[in-house]
């Protein structure tokens, strides 16, 4: 059980990017999904989670109304739509998988909910 993130770069305040997280051998979208970030000398935190099949999903407040979970249709992928950017959305961003599937109405946004972790992509907004 492996996730791959990438989509990752150094865009200016206001634009946007795409990450993706790929699941190895695996339907992704049949696990819980969240994203996490962390910045230099802080703390990694929750971005947002989902749950399998997509049916519930939450955004921590600096998340909401800017960024977005989708997946594909095949189940394999995962995006983060990262909009209108800022220096403080800056860190690596880590995909992570796992959870108790039976639990398909929440999700969670802590990490230890999660037993599977990418390695990360760098997001760098400066101008």
Not at 38 to 55: F, H, I, L, W
Not at 58 to 70: E, V
């Amino acid at each position: 059980l492996q996730v791959v993130e990438s989509g990752g770069g150094v865009v200016q305040p206001g634009e946007s990017l795409r990450l993706s997280c790929v699941g190895s051998d695996f339907t992704l979208t049949s696990w819980h999904v969240a994203w996490f970030r962390q910045a230099p000398g802080k703390d990694r935190e929750a971005v947002a989670c989902r749950s399998p099949r997509n049916t519930a999903s939450k955004y921590s407040d600096f998340a909401k109304g800017r960024f977005r979970m989708t997946g594909t249709s095949a189940g394999s992928t995962v995006f983060l739509q990262l909009n209108d950017l800022t220096p403080e959305d800056s860190g690596v961003y880590y995909c992570a998988a796992g959870g108790d599937t039976t639990i398909v109405n929440s999700c969670r946004m802590q990490r230890s909910a999660y037993r599977t972790w990418g390695q990360g992509t760098q997001v760098t907004v400066s101008s």
